[in-house]
């Protein structure tokens, strides 16, 4: 497609229940990276993946959180079981090279309550 | 582990004034830079990058950034501000070892009339 397209742009959901974000990157972009914004901070990382693989994960906050990737396209990030701390914009980005940097989406507000 | 720091969260300035907005970064290897902007209530859009060569770099809307390896700093400026120029900026490092970027924390660039 011609950017980074993200869903749901705004999900609201209950402590405790399960979402999926997703996130459609740019075609052809073999890197696929998540980022939390929440209010005040900077961008977190999350998890990067290479086509289908996530070589980096370490910034998962905790097992509650998953991704994947499939078809070296798009990716769903999980929260399992989730808090108010989970409050954040979700941001997905892809890139092709290295040295041209991310296109990123307009990420998904997630509030809990 | 490489680390960026965005010393002024928020920086007011009036139409027309020049503004300069600081980001210094640490990593004991070579690094890519960018600055990124963020309009309200979207993704975040690529201003500009450093990756080799001449020090100074031009991006988009007028502003421009000049590397500065001694001192570690990758400053944005700009000559002249817009009511339109009103965002996040945030900094970002890419160092030769990884493939992710770290991102600063942000500096609110609030441009009055």
């Known amino acids: 497609g011609a950017g980074v397209s993200q869903s749901p742009s705004n999900k609201v959901t209950e402590k405790g229940k399960d979402v999926e974000l997703r996130c459609d990157p740019i075609?052809?972009?073999?890197?696929l990276y998540w980022y939390r914004q929440s209010l005040g901070q900077g961008l977190e990382f999350l998890i990067y993946f290479q086509g289908n693989s996530a070589p980096d994960k370490s910034g998962l906050p905790s097992d509650r959180f998953s991704a994947e990737r499939t078809g070296g396209s798009v990716s769903t990030l999980t929260i399992q079981r989730t808090q108010q701390e989970d409050s954040a914009v979700y941001l997905c980005a892809s890139s092709l090279l290295r040295d041209q940097g991310y296109t990123f989406g307009s990420g998904t507000r997630l509030t809990v309550v | 582990a490489q680390s960026v720091t965005q010393l002024d969260s928020q920086v007011p300035v009036f139409e027309e004034a020049p503004v300069e907005l600081r980001c210094n970064y640490s990593s004991s290897v070579s690094v890519y830079l960018f600055w990124y902007v963020q309009y309200p209530n979207q993704g975040l859009q690529l201003l500009l990058k450093y990756l080799s060569g001449s020090t100074l770099v031009k991006g988009i809307n007028g502003f421009e950034a000049e590397f500065n390896k001694s001192q570690t700093s990758f400053h944005l400026r700009k000559p002249s501000v817009h009511i339109s120029d009103t965002a996040e900026y945030f900094c970002a490092v890419n160092a030769a070892n990884t493939d992710k970027l770290i991102f600063g924390t942000g500096t609110r660039l609030q441009v009055f009339p």
């Open positions: 075609s052809g972009h073999t890197a």
